[in-house]
């Protein structure tokens, strides 16, 4: 089941302000939240945010 607040690797990068590939290589690691839906890459906004905070948090 997909997330009410679903993106696709594109919108995610735009988000992010990071490129597509990027993006896509840190999912493949586990790096960043998503999941893989038919082959596609997809992020919930909500656990985006939950894991910059997180990010910003070990930086501080």
Request: aromatic share 6%.
């Amino acid at each position: 089941m997909l997330p009410k607040d679903a993106m696709t690797v594109k919108e995610a990068s735009t988000y992010l302000a990071m490129d597509e590939a990027t993006v896509t290589r840190m999912a493949m690691e586990r790096r960043i939240p998503s999941i893989e839906v038919e082959g596609a890459w997809v992020f919930s906004k909500k656990s985006i945010d939950k894991w910059r905070r997180q990010q910003e948090r070990r930086k501080a």
